[in-house]
């Protein structure tokens, strides 16, 4: 099947030749008429799938087909919106817009915090028919009287399992009151939960369902191994691993923030070029970080799952686990930055004591046993007690007495809406709390022949910590525990789909 077997216009297939792709990917090839017949949608499917080009091709033909509205000045109005969890997978998402839709009279702009907001304020007094956008910073425009969202055709909302996880539940209602109740809505998400399907039967009418791979499992393409060690030589091994394979692009998962400086600062101890990446970082460091990894300056990316959400590299060899998550289903998506498109990949877990209950809940939820292999030399303990881990305010027992999952993540959720505050605080000077992080990934392209379109994703940072103005104040949501006890209260680069 090649993509004008799919109907897609001149213009569209003359953008994706041009990128070098023949042949869609499955979701494409199931989501493209889907959309092209105007109905709802409901897709399921593991990162890696294609799936940003399988909404943005069929949004940008139904667009250019129609006629588009002006308001009282003669400036065009928003008729599609795009809204995804991240900033960096928002702008990843808006360059696929605009490389697929260079041939079509469209106009689109993405929006998020971390910049200011007059520029985005002159995009939409120019008139755009596409808005990719975050959900604080789109409700930021609405209260200023900045944004009409009332001529949207196209409603997608992407990675809406990360919406949910990261607390935007509240955002998205609100927006969904601003849109018109007659339009198209697509929701993709990576994983499906009782969550997922709420809100799919509250903003679907009677949607088509696609799931392209069996629910939260892991690609095939992706060696899985755990490595057993000890706590205390997780570094160690780290560094070994590093060295002895010479491996010179290893994307590397911590649970907090601050455990991903100390990685880095340790691995460049250890004349290992690495840096972190995470929501306390300004947007320029992120950026700058991502560059480097993806030229290979850089040998190691340390990130939290929120930053590493939509990392999408060309052939990125290895990830590895530093840091078991300790809700599952963030293993999926961590893994999932590899072996994507069909091409191989290797994802290995350096798992302790404390966290084998965390590994149980993982290989539940993927419904398989991932292989254990000893390092010589770095031999665990068997004498090694598990200890309780530390998560912000919360500690949960992840060691082998536990026995319940573990609930929501664990980085803070900085707000997007304003550049990101240093020194692990919030904008009004307090304690940014520990709470959900989440990645951000959209489907990538072939890799061999690029029989497959796409574009390139970067990583993701969460965007919704504190209350707007009028707006009260929230009680941080804890996270779920394992056994869970209340701490005493504190004072080559890839093309995006």
């Known amino acids: 099947m090649s993509f004008k077997d799919l109907g897609l216009s001149e213009p569209l297939l003359r953008a994706v030749s041009e990128e070098g792709y023949t042949q869609p990917t499955p979701i494409q090839a ?31 033909q139904r667009l250019s087909e129609g006629k588009a509205p002006f308001n009282a000045r003669g400036v065009r109005m928003i008729r599609a919106l795009i809204m995804t969890p991240t900033r960096e997978l928002a702008a990843q998402v808006e360059e696929s817009v605009r490389t697929y839709g260079r041939y079509v009279p469209l106009k689109s702009a993405v929006m998020f915090g971390g910049v200011g907001m007059q520029p985005q304020i002159d995009a939409l007094k120019r008139g755009i028919d596409i808005l990719v956008a975050t959900p604080g910073r789109l409700l930021d425009h609405h209260q200023q009287g900045t944004l009409d969202l009332s001529r949207v055709e196209i409603f997608v909302l992407d990675e809406a399992d990360r919406m949910l996880d990261m607390g935007f539940i509240h955002d998205i209602k609100k927006v969904l009151a601003l849109l018109p109740a007659k339009k198209q809505s697509l929701l993709f998400s990576a994983t499906f ?29 992706i060696a899985q191994k755990v490595l057993p060690v000890s706590r205390g030589r997780k570094k160690e091994l780290l560094a070994h691993l590093i060295k002895s394979n010479d491996w010179h692009q290893v994307l590397v998962f911590t649970r907090m923030k601050h455990g991903a400086n100390r990685l880095a600062e340790q691995l460049n101890g250890a004349d290992i070029t690495a840096m972190a990446i995470h929501g306390n970082k300004s947007q320029g460091a992120r950026t700058k970080a991502l560059a480097e990894f993806k030229a290979g300056s850089l040998r190691v990316l340390v990130a939290t799952d929120i930053a ?85 305010r919360q500690t949960l027992n992840g060691g082998a007495g536990a026995s319940s999952r573990g609930g929501r993540r664990n980085d803070s959720r900085n707000d997007s809406r304003s550049p990101a505050p240093s020194g692990g605080r919030n904008s009004n000077g307090r304690p940014a709390p520990h709470a959900a992080p989440r990645k951000g990934a959209h489907g990538g392209a072939g890799t061999q022949g690029k029989t497959h379109a796409g574009k390139g994703a970067t990583p993701g940072t969460s965007e919704r910590s504190q209350p707007r103005q009028g707006e009260p104040a929230r009680r941080p949501q804890a996270p779920a525990q394992r056994t869970a006890t209340p701490a005493p209260e504190p004072g080559k680069h890839r093309r995006v789909w």
């Not at 963030?330 to 290797?346: F, K, N, S």
């Open 30 to 60: 199931q989501a493209i008429p889907a959309v092209l017949s105007g109905g709802d949608l409901l897709a399921g499917a593991q990162t890696g799938t294609g799936k940003t080009a399988g909404f943005t091709l069929p949004m940008l």
């Open 193 to 221: 939960s009782d969550e997922i399907k709420q809100l799919a039967d509250r903003l679907l009418n009677q949607p088509a369902l696609i799931e392209v791979a069996r629910r939260n499992t892991t690609a095939e393409t």
């Open 308 to 392: 590493a959400r939509g990392i999408d590299i060309d052939m990125l060899p290895h990830v590895v686990n530093y840091e078991l998550p300790n809700v599952p289903e963030d293993y999926v998506h961590r893994i999932g930055r590899t072996g994507r498109a069909g091409a191989q990949g290797e994802a290995l877990s350096l798992v302790c004591v404390d966290e084998e209950g965390f590994l149980r809940d993982i290989e539940r939820l993927i419904k398989r046993s991932i292989p254990r292999e000893v390092v010589p030399g770095f031999e665990p303990d068997p004498s090694e007690k598990p200890e309780p881990i530390k998560l912000g």
